[in-house]
């Protein structure tokens, strides 16, 4: 028998592949009314890829929320229907024009951001129809919501993020430990036979399809794959 593969170990949650999620600044949510806020400040979060900005509402709750470019401490944001079309203001899908870049977009009427909210994203309005708002998204699909579900105007800041070298493996271990990812990342094929099921050199071609009922020690590859090999489109 050999010993468990990194799937299991991966699986059993130990330290190493535990993400220090304690570290986060917990949930960012806007307000269900029509109110302002002030930014108090704009911090890291490490559990999220882009910054958050602390807001200090005039009814004196404070939350944090996404920081799209262009926001700095000291600027007043809205939320609401009669809101500016301005980076950081919140308002229903419905009133933005066309072409205006948006994020932490709604699936739900007051149900919180749930698209669009990683560093340097957007989306933007495409048209609005009798039964919803169709917008595009960054992955260039096309989705189509209610008017009343609400969005946030501008991209979301952080943008440059990937463009910044890590320059050593020091600082790719650090991003890795933050996510509960494992670095450096072996190759399975030069594994040991006893590490992994693609490892060894007395099996050479072996087939990366297996089953969907296997055992967890051998369940590595394309799992309960419909097909493989290369397509035909003839």
Known sequence: MGRPIRSQKRGKASPKYRASSHKGKGRVRTKNAEITGEVKDIVHDPARTAPVAVVEFEDGDIRNVLAPEGLSTGDEIEVGVSAEIKEGNTLPIGEIPEGVPIHNIETQPNSGGKLVKASGTYAFVVSHEKNGVRIRLPSKA???????????????????????????????????EARGL????????????????????????QPKTVSKSSSPGSKVGSIGAKRSGKKNND
């Open 182 to 205: 494992s670095y450096p990342t072996v190759s399975a094929v030069s594994m040991n036979a006893v590490a992994h099921p693609f490892g060894g050199s007395a099996k050479p071609g």
């Open 142 to 176: 096309f989705k189509k919501i209610s008017p009343e579900c609400r969005a946030t105007v501008g991209k979301v800041a952080a943008g440059g993020r990937e463009d910044k070298p890590l320059v050593k493996a020091g600082n790719a271990a650090k991003k890795a």
